[in-house]
């Protein structure tokens, strides 16, 4: 689902990624770990195509993305990769329904199917009766719900999660934690998470270290 290829990343004199290959097959969730400044959120971003690479290759879902133009690579991020950050960045004035149809809608979908699939999706996630509240009315641990039902809402390829459970209560993040499980055992959903909770890293299916730019054997 996920290969690279002697992945570079650059910013000015500074080298974030010194040559990353990285293979992740459809249906693993994979935890990527290691300190501060290794470069997780940079291969993240890199994955998620919200960043070219400085030099390589990134293979998703069997498409060179590296040579996509900026608006085919807007079109490929929109249907094929769904993000979940720490903090959920759910839009205030929309109901949890409106949310999760946006990157539907934004795709031009059918709006029948795009509402008919959001429904679905909350009602797996164990929203459904939170539909019309908003975020203020919404607990963390639902919006959290609410925000992965919007990155799943086009089907994606892959499933990408920058600290999903960081801002989160003890329970609410346990709950979370086994949620991208469920996702991976009914949907055969990609997903690929950089975390620095332990807990969620040991669940995985597999750990990749980062330290310094590199993947540590």
């Given amino acids: 689902m996920i ?3 002697d992945v570079h990343k650059s910013f000015g004199t500074l080298e ?5 290959d990285l293979r992740i097959d459809k249906g693993e969730v994979v935890s990527i770990v290691g300190p501060s400044g290794a470069g997780k959120t940079t291969l ?3 994955l998620g195509t919200l960043s070219r690479p400085t030099s390589g290759e990134v293979m998703i ?22 993000f979940v ?11 949890a329904m409106e949310n999760v149809c946006i990157p539907g ?11 008919r ?31 992965i039902a919007r ?40 997903v690929v998470i950089v975390t620095h909770d332990e807990q969620l890293a040991r669940m995985s299916d597999r750990e990749i270290m980062m330290v310094d730019g590199w993947i540590r054997p």
């Fill in 151 to 190: 990155a799943l809402i086009n089907s994606p390829a892959v499933l990408l999660a920058d600290e999903p459970s960081g801002n989160l209560d003890t329970k609410n993040k346990e709950e979370i934690h086994k949620l991208f499980f469920t996702l991976r055992d009914t949907l055969g959903q990609t």
């Fill in 105 to 115: 809608y934004i795709a031009r979908r059918d709006r029948t199917d795009v509402e």
């Fill in 16 to 20: 974030v990624l010194k040559g990353i």
């Fill in 44 to 46: 993240l971003q890199i």
């Fill in 61 to 82: 879902d069997g498409t060179p993305v590296q040579m996509l133009s900026d608006k085919q690579i807007s079109k490929f991020r929109n249907t094929k990769i769904g």
């Fill in 117 to 147: 699939q959001a429904r679905e999706l909350l009602e797996m996630l164990g929203m459904e009766h939170r539909t019309e509240h908003k975020p203020a009315e919404l607990s963390g641990g639902e919006q959290q719900r609410v925000a």
């Fill in 85 to 95: 950050f720490q903090f959920h960045h759910l839009l205030p004035e929309f109901t």
């Fill in 3 to 5: 290969e690279t290829k």
